[in-house]
């Protein structure tokens, strides 16, 4: 999360990961909103730590098919 601390996280009963490690080995992951931080993540390393076959949710677009695809992740979105 960009806009919470890890200790807030936690203070809410969620366990804090990276976002590394978020993606590393993951089945899933669904990006649900659209801070500015995404848009300069090199998200071709992220994808790259993700489980094969695996399933890269973007709620706001923030991320290409084309480059999700690339590494073997299916790509979701609102009305895809």
């Known amino acids: ?15 804090y990961v990276p976002l590394l490690n978020g993606f590393t080995d993951a089945d899933c992951v669904i990006i649900a909103n659209n801070h500015k931080k995404y848009q300069t993540l090199n998200i ?3 994808l ?20 999700v695809e ?3 992740v299916a790509y979701g979105g609102i009305g895809l």
Do not use: C, Q, R
Request: hydrophobic share 40%.
């Open 1 to 15: 999360d960009f806009v919470l601390t890890p200790d807030e996280i936690e203070n809410l009963g969620i366990k």
């Open 44 to 46: 071709e390393e992220y």
């Open 48 to 67: 790259s730590l993700m489980k094969k076959p695996s399933l890269f949710v973007d709620i706001w677009g923030i991320s290409k098919k084309e480059v």
């Open 70 to 72: 690339k590494f073997g």
